[in-house]
């Protein structure tokens, strides 16, 4: 078909190629091994026609038809071999085609590859099935008729590609016929003009030996209705897809405005800024609306298997996820599963991604059988697949042992001694993942008692991390001097070095987080803990008020009431005043605690309440707008 869009209005395309009359002699006489190439893998790829099209419109200029084209590059180039086109192209650029070219000799050439290049850029190595490329035509030299042989491959070539077996549309469907011309008008004249009886051929005698196969087959009349239908079926597609595409861009413009949001409610929270905060939850809640209702459209639209929907579907479980509504994205977490497995297989990658994200949700949701048993299942299916020293399968063990409640410790350690085994063996003893594997076992059998071993694995890791550069990861190397503390401090024995290991990482922590951060004042608070508990008085307010001076310095929320960290400290303080019998600080603190938290409920409550309904104005104005629209 032509078209009547110009060069201007294309994307750039592929570079010209070289023609093959340019070419070396004895590069086309070797490129001709191709003459037994089937009629029916002759396509040439998108991108080599473009380029092509630039050095026909070199020799011929812009206005040649596909006649003058035929007449003047294919039959010159071609005569001297009595050869097809392609069989001067290099390999690549020749294959079974997906597209077969209906189209007019006597429009614009131009034009017909144009509307090929505006459907089909997005696809550059796609190959189309073209008249004056895949039959000799040097065969018209002599005004001869078009050969037996060729005629009869057309039958072949329209059936082996389905996205042009108009004679079969019927019973095929019209799934790929797809609609070239760009002009809106030419569609509307082209519709009107479909007949099979007025098809033109460079010979009459073909013509009439076509149409009358096409009349004792299928039928001009039903031919002829079987295009128009196509037609229809292919507009309607392709304004479907058109549709899909603008509501993918719609889906992740939002998950990225989710996301934002997201940040901006921790960072304004974390500044005091509660009113903007509040803000920012509002707008998460309402991209949350729209992205459920996307993916109702997506499902309804291109069904819950197609894999767009799959994936929407994973992104907005996902967000939903971030907003702690873990049931409902577990919901759709399920649906995910259900889909990969049947589409994919139990053991594809995508079904074991979908199967590890379900079950950290359901151990999220404190669902710890479940999600251990889909863990188990995980393993078992990654050790078989990944194979059983698989980084993949190993993560998964760590993960499993990890969600062994208090009542399965000794499975757990099983399960961490062989994980330290593999990795030992696979990463080495001194790997950072060996030694977190190492730290992860010195905890479990710290909580089954086992405090010597524990204690003596906790320091194998502290000297290996000593040896070399500073740990990759310091927080983990914190909590693992904090772990030794916290058993030496449980011990009762070794007090000032435990004291040294927590002042080491609280250090730390300030040089990495800063000296307001929480978790440098949890461990500042931590370790005046444990000092109140072995009786160090006296060191243990002196960290006490450094906390609550960290405290008190933070902005206070716009709300103007004292933070809850602020209230904690000044109670903790108030403890050790009473064991020192500093009755009266001790006293007045304490009246301040009672008060503040008082006031603070009340105006959690408030906040809750303000919310709720917040949330239910927005869900009521959103449905008023969906009905309305």
């Keep these: 078909m032509g078209g009547s869009c110009s060069r201007a209005t294309l994307l750039q395309g592929p570079q010209p190629a070289q023609s093959p009359a340019k070419q070396a002699p004895e590069q086309q006489q070797r490129e001709l091994i191709k003459k037994d190439l089937s009629v029916e893998d002759c396509g040439v790829s998108v991108s080599w026609l473009y380029s092509w099209a630039s050095s026909v419109e070199e020799r011929l200029g812009p206005d040649a038809t596909?006649?003058?084209?035929c007449a003047k590059v294919v039959i010159p180039d071609t005569v001297a071999h009595k050869c097809r086109y392609v069989d001067l192209l290099e390999v690549d650029h020749v294959g079974t085609p997906q597209y077969f070219l209906s189209h007019t000799w006597s429009y614009r050439f131009q034009d017909l590859v144009d509307s090929v290049w505006h459907r089909l850029q997005s696809s550059p190595h796609a190959r189309v099935w073209l008249d004056i490329c895949a039959i000799n035509q040097t065969k018209y030299e002599d005004k001869g008729e078009l050969e037996t042989d060729d005629i009869s491959h057309l039958q072949s070539v329209v059936s082996k590609v389905p996205l042009r077996d108009l004679a079969q549309v019927k019973a095929k469907g019209a799934a790929g016929l797809h609609i070239l011309v760009v002009n809106k008008k030419d569609i509307g004249e082209l519709f009107g003009e479909v007949d099979v009886r007025k098809a033109q051929?460079?010979?009459?005698?073909?013509?009439?030996r076509i149409l009358a196969e096409i009349e004792a087959d299928v039928g001009h009349k039903q031919l002829s209705l079987s295009i128009k239908e196509a037609l229809v079926s292919s507009a309607d597609r392709e304004a479907t897809e058109a549709l899909a595409k603008m509501r993918q861009a719609y889906a992740e413009a939002a998950l990225a405005a989710e996301d934002a949001c997201a940040n901006a409610v921790i960072v304004a929270e974390a500044a005091g800024a509660h009113e903007k905060a509040r803000a920012h939850r509002a707008a998460r809640r309402k991209l949350r609306r729209v992205l459920l209702k996307l993916l109702e459209q997506q499902s309804s639209q291109q069904g819950p298997e197609h894999p767009d929907t799959l994936t929407?579907?994973?992104?907005?479980?996902?967000m939903l996820n971030g907003q702690m509504k873990y049931k409902e994205a577990e919901g759709l977490q399920r649906q995910i599963l259900e889909q990969k497995s049947r589409l994919q297989g139990t053991e594809h990658p995508d079904t074991l991604d979908i199967m590890e994200i379900l079950a950290d949700n359901l151990y999220g949701q404190s669902k710890m059988g479940e999600a251990e048993s889909l863990q188990r299942q995980l393993l078992e299916r990654k050790s078989k697949v990944l194979g059983p020293e698989h980084p993949g399968t190993l993560n998964s063990m760590a993960t499993l042992a990890s969600m062994m409640d208090t009542r399965r410790l000794d499975e757990a350690e099983g399960l961490q001694r062989q994980l330290l085994e593999r990795k030992s063996k696979?990463?080495?003893?001194?790997?950072p993942g060996t030694l977190n594997s190492m730290a992860d076992l010195a905890s479990t059998l710290s909580a089954l008692g086992k405090l010597d071993e524990a204690e003596g694995l906790l320091r194998q890791v502290l000297e290996q991390q000593s040896k070399g550069p500073e740990h990759p990861d310091m927080i983990s190397a914190i909590c693992v001097r904090?772990?030794?503390a916290r058993i030496l401090f449980e011990q009762g024995k070794l007090l000032?070095?435990?004291e040294g290991l927590e002042r080491h990482a609280i250090e730390q922590r300030s040089r990495l987080q800063g000296p307001e951060h929480p978790g440098t004042l949890r461990s500042m608070a931590d370790l005046a803990s444990k000092l109140f508990g072995v009786g160090k008085l006296d060191k243990a307010e002196?960290?006490?008020?450094q906390v609550l001076e960290l405290e008190r310095g933070k902005k206070k929320p716009e709300s103007g009431r004292e933070r809850p960290g602020t209230v904690d400290a000044m109670d903790n303080l108030a403890a050790t005043l009473r064991k020192q019998g500093k009755l009266a600080e001790a006293e007045d603190l304490e009246q301040q605690v009672l008060e503040l938290r008082a006031s603070n409920d009340d105006d959690d409550?408030?906040?809750d309440d303000n919310e709720e309904e917040e949330e239910e104005e927005e869900e009521d104005h959103d449905n008023e707008s969906g009905q309305a629209s």
């Design 482 to 484: 904090q772990e030794l």
């Design 605 to 607: 409550d408030d906040d």
């Design 542 to 545: 002196g960290l006490q008020r």
């Design 66 to 69: 596909t006649a003058d084209v």
């Design 426 to 431: 696979v990463l080495g003893p001194e790997h």
């Design 496 to 498: 000032d070095e435990a």
């Design 201 to 208: 051929a460079s010979l009459e005698s073909d013509r009439v």
């Design 312 to 318: 929407l579907m994973a992104d907005v479980a996902w």
